[in-house]
């Protein structure tokens, strides 16, 4: 049974500085990873998608990486910003195309 | 570009009221999602169909049922609604089986269902 955990639960970081976000896997056959964004009370918007034979995606000031292996997965945030505050989650999608969700992590960014 | 459409956007049941959750998506993918999303416990993911005319179990698929009724739509099902399924309901959908691995998913607004 796949399992996604995303650490840490909450992050305070203040504006300007650059963060990392992890996100971790028990089943390393995946077709893909994803990351998502989502404002309180809204949907989800995807951010950046990796495919399993991928390392890396860079969205403007956002970089994901992949270690398939280690069934590990980062969200790197540069030069951060207020309007970055938000809950970040990660998905990996399965062979059998089902679709998991980490619980994710909220981010807040001081002024 | 509607996207990912879910109606109602929201409901308030009572125990043993019964409803159906509406999902209909406009970009011609093959594959979608039922998710509920609950305070401090991420997306679990409900029930899914991988192409029209197929669904299978998420996570968490007890007390649900569901329908693809064609490509664009899939609808979810309370047939007997429970306080425990009180809860902010997400359909998704994307492009899977044959249209590659690299379709990102597409999220509806959600429907807040409270049951009492």
């Known amino acids: 049974k796949q399992e996604v955990t995303q650490i840490p639960a909450a992050l305070s970081v203040p504006e300007g500085e650059n963060l990392v976000l992890n996100c971790s896997f028990t089943?390393?056959?995946?077709?893909?990873l994803q990351w998502f964004r989502q404002d309180p009370g809204k949907g989800l918007t995807s951010l950046l998608l990796?495919?399993?034979?991928?390392r890396e995606q860079t969205s403007g000031r956002l970089n994901a990486s992949l270690d398939k292996s280690s069934g590990r997965s980062t969200l790197y945030i540069a030069a951060s910003q207020p309007g970055d505050s938000a809950t970040y989650l990660c998905?990996?999608?399965?062979?059998?195309?089902?679709?998991?969700f980490g619980k994710g992590t909220r981010l807040h960014i001081l002024p | 570009n509607a996207g990912v459409t879910q109606t109602p956007k929201f409901q308030v049941l009572k125990t043993g009221q019964s409803m159906t959750l509406q999902c209909a998506q406009d970009?011609?993918?093959?594959?979608m999602y039922w998710y509920r999303q609950d305070p401090g416990m991420g997306l679990r993911l409900i029930y899914y169909?991988?192409?029209?005319?197929?669904?299978d179990k998420g996570e968490v698929p007890n007390g649900y049922n569901v329908s693809r009724l064609n490509k664009r739509e899939f609808s979810l099902r309370l047939e007997s609604a429970a306080p425990s399924q009180t809860s902010v309901y997400f359909c998704?959908?994307?492009?899977?089986?044959?249209?590659?691995?690299?379709?990102?998913?597409?999220f509806g607004n959600g429907t807040r269902l409270t049951v009492t």
């Open positions: 998704a959908s994307s492009e899977p089986k044959g249209g590659g691995y690299n379709s990102p998913l597409h």
């Open positions: 089943d390393s056959a995946i077709y893909n």
């Open positions: 990796i495919q399993s034979s991928q």
């Open positions: 998905a990996v999608m399965n062979r059998d195309d089902k679709i998991i």
């Open positions: 970009m011609n993918h093959n594959s």
């Open positions: 169909s991988a192409s029209e005319g197929t669904t």
